[in-house]
């Protein structure tokens, strides 16, 4: 028998985990689709515009990995929005 909070914490963990993992499936798995896609020269036949819309596609793609991830935490953290506040504040007082 479990507490009730540290079940709801558990299930809290585990759903951000699988989340994560599934924004890492797709802002990476595009690069690795495309990479075997070369290797085995399925794109051998097609223009350098469509290849080149592709590789910015999947560039973008990965990139959105780096605002994602940040974000999936941000959620699932209620104090990560208080100690970026105290951060904040630090910052502008040291520069003032």
Do not use: H
């Not at 896609?37 to 780096?66: E, Q």
């Not at 999936?72 to 904040?88: E, M, P």
């Amino acid at each position: 028998m479990m507490n009730p909070v540290a079940l709801k914490s558990k299930s809290k963990a585990v759903r951000m985990l699988v989340i994560t993992v599934f924004g890492y499936v797709l802002s990476l798995g595009p690069g690795a689709v495309l990479a075997m896609l070369k290797s085995y020269g399925t794109l051998n036949s097609k223009s350098f515009d469509v290849i080149l819309l592709v590789s910015w596609m999947v560039d973008f793609a990965r990139n959105t990995s780096s605002l994602v991830n940040p974000s999936i935490y941000a959620y699932y953290n209620g104090d990560l929005g208080k100690k970026l506040t105290v951060c904040l504040i630090q910052k502008i007082e040291l520069n003032s």
